[in-house]
């Protein structure tokens, strides 16, 4: 719900018709039928294929003509260092496109995280560099201006997680934390954060990046209970540190590991009450990864793609798609 704006939703719709009911006994509403548009959010849904679609590709238009990079080239997010020469711009034109993405990236765009993570660290005192990179993510969105998260109810309501961190990534040598969960195979939350302290290792910089994704997963999975979702088994973590697993494992590390602030120890009291369990997942197929650094572009449109992020496509295209596949495989046959 948005002010006087929301979105109902249930087991089927005779239980929804009769929540509009009784809301329209009590307050003057208008029914706009299926979800298409909320807040700045485009949704697409083919109910025969059990696919939903959430997309901005208005709202990305609508911020590029705004900010002058309608007919920018596309690109991706890599950043730039910063220049001594630099000179400050305008704070207040570089907080309105900071700003403008941070709204896309809580919604659509996952893989923008990592960017509004560097650039908003800087909006009291932009320079040329900061604006160079902020606009840089302009040109990605114009790029993928038509991307979106796709979930499919094929694959079920089964909760993945995947929890990275970039270690002294930060220019005080602070690490970055990043978390990406999926449902039905698209992004539902994300998080790309600097940490508070300084991690003395890469296992130490994991291992505190781990809190950061079991208390969203706690709170998922509680959520998911509450809506009458059975959240067995759903309760994994995925990191790619064998040394971070094992410091939450193995009490006889405590010697190596006492100075690490008590709340991160956390993790190691979820792990052994059964409350989390840890797996290691090969760098390779990491999905936060990009939450934690920007990345070449190949490796990013990977992950991006893992993350459930691609184009629309229709059920006439798909239909299309179908017939030449069988086409191939008549042909592979004869």
Sequence with gaps: MWVDDFIIFGENMAIINDLKAMLKEEFEMKDVGDLSYFLGIQVNRDKERKLLHIHQTGYTNMILDRYGMQNSK?????LVKASVKDTLVDRTEYQSIVGSQMYGMQATWPDLAQLIQQISQFAQKPMVTHLKAAKQGLRYLNGTANKGITYN???GLQLECWSDANWG??????????????LAGG?????????????????ESE??????????????????????????DQNIIKTDNQSAIALAHKPEHHARTKHIDIQY?????????GRTHLEYFPTEDMVADGLTKA????????????????????????????????ETEEEEEG
């Design 295 to 326: 990345l070449g572009l190949e490796r990013h449109q990977k992950l991006a793609k893992m993350m459930g992020m691609e184009v629309w496509q229709k059920s006439e295209d798909y239909a299309i798609t179908k017939e030449e596949e069988n």
């Design 207 to 232: 291992y505190m990046a781990l809190l950061h994704a079991l208390k969203e997963q706690i709170w998922i999975l509680r959520l998911l209970k509450e809506l009458g979702y059975d959240v067995k």
């Design 74 to 78: 596309p690109a991706g997010t890599k």
């Design 153 to 155: 109810g094929n694959k």
């Design 187 to 203: 992004t539902v939350s994300w998080s790309s954060k600097k940490q508070s302290s300084v991690a003395l290792s890469s296992a």
């Design 169 to 182: 990534g930060e220019e005080g040598r602070e690490s970055v934390s990043g978390f990406i969960f999926t």
């Design 265 to 273: 120890h956390f993790v190691r009291n979820c792990v052994e009450d």
